[in-house]
């Protein structure tokens, strides 16, 4: 009887070995993933027990992240499966923030990049079901060393903190008189604090005087030219034909404060004033920078695909706006990193980038 229990005791230890020694799977044959899936923001990942870097979302409820299973083949202009389940479907905006914006004005994620197409900017605002927005352009315009812009090549001069050309000068542009008024503005959504287009055609149509200063130098440029204001009417992208009805010479446009304040976060109840000379001089911006952020990954990405950009939190400074406050102080925008969105005035001896905006 002991003989027989040794005997049955080694059938089943082998029949245990035999088991163990089966072919363990792997993590992609588990359905794991090193990517990061942006559906898991809300639900959290899973990570494979045999290798963590290993990944993949858990509760993914596809209803509940808005797909749907009904058949939308017929009217949807494009479907994105549910990555949990892809049975389950929904309709892509035609604009998101955060896509790429096309020189033919189509709009994509960066993971579907189109590389058969010209990327011209990134999507930061939408309305009307994505159907308009605005776009920023992939970085900031330079000029040569006279401070003159050439369009045929915008992000190739030597000097990439060019003189503001609007010191001093006070178009008939609705302005604000305070910084307690232009918070009041952004938050009201006011039409004039959000009117960059209409800003630059008012600003590359006034006629400057007191030219004292001789062609080529820096106060020429300040004082006799709307130098960036002209700039960005005349920018086009590089690989786009000067004529392109859509992202061609004469659509794009010097951003306004409240457009420069939504490229942060549209969340425009965080603006407060400092109290800092007169209550005027510096607004602070307490919200997240959550759109900055967006199109940052999205420069960033393009930008691993050769594609030339320059992140916003890059830029070491100001980005110029062509809103004014005080009557002859423009606005600047902080979107770089750790500077908090603030909005600051600057005058004759600020130098400042600039970027330019499209409205689709």
């Given at each position: 009887m002991r003989y027989l229990m040794f005997l049955l005791g080694l059938m089943f230890a082998n029949v245990a070995n035999a088991i163990d020694c089966e072919k363990v799977p792997t993590c992609e044959e588990l359905g794991y993933s090193r990517d990061d899936d942006p559906y898991c923001a809300d639900n959290g990942y899973m990570y494979c027990p045999l290798d963590h870097s290993y990944k993949k979302c858990v509760n993914m409820d596809c209803a509940k992240l808005g797909f749907t299973e009904d058949d939308k083949t017929s009217w949807c202009g494009k479907?994105?499966?549910?990555?949990?389940n892809q049975k389950f479907t929904a309709c892509k905006a035609l604009c998101e923030i955060g896509d790429v914006y096309y020189a033919d004005g189509t709009c994509g994620y960066v993971q579907d990049y189109d590389n058969t197409k010209t990327p011209v900017g990134i999507v930061f605002y939408t309305y009307d079901e994505g159907r308009h927005g605005k776009v920023i352009s992939l970085h900031h315009l330079t000029f040569d060393e006279n401070n003159?812009?050439?369009?045929?090549?915008?992000?190739?001069?030597?000097?990439k903190d060019p003189y503001f050309g609007l010191a001093g000068i006070t178009p008939q542009i609705e302005g604000f008189a305070s910084a307690q008024e232009l918070i009041t503005a952004l938050q009201k959504h006011e039409a004039y604090a959000f009117a960059g287009l209409e800003n630059t055609d008012i600003l590359i149509n006034t006629k400057l005087e007191n030219c004292t200063y001789p062609k080529g130098s820096l106060n020429y440029n300040k004082f006799c030219q709307a130098t960036m204001a002209l700039a960005a009417h005349n920018f086009y992208p590089p690989q786009v034909d000067s004529a392109n009805p859509i992202t061609g010479q004469g659509r794009w446009y010097m951003p306004s404060v409240g457009e420069l304040v939504l490229l942060w976060n549209s969340d425009m109840s965080k603006l407060k004033s400092n109290g800092v000379a007169g209550d005027w001089w510096t607004i602070k911006n307490t919200a997240t920078p959550d759109i900055r952020d967006k199109v940052d990954e999205t420069l960033q990405a393009l930008k691993d695909k050769n594609v030339q950009t320059n992140l916003l939190a890059e830029e070491g400074n100001f980005l110029w706006s062509s809103s004014y406050l005080d009557g002859n102080r423009y606005l600047a925008v902080h979107l770089c990193k750790n500077c908090g969105g603030d909005i600051a005035m600057d005058g004759a001896s600020g130098t400042k980038p600039m970027r330019a905006m499209l409205a689709f």
């Open positions: 479907i994105v499966k549910c990555k949990g003159t812009f050439h369009p045929e090549n915008p992000f190739g001069q030597s000097n």
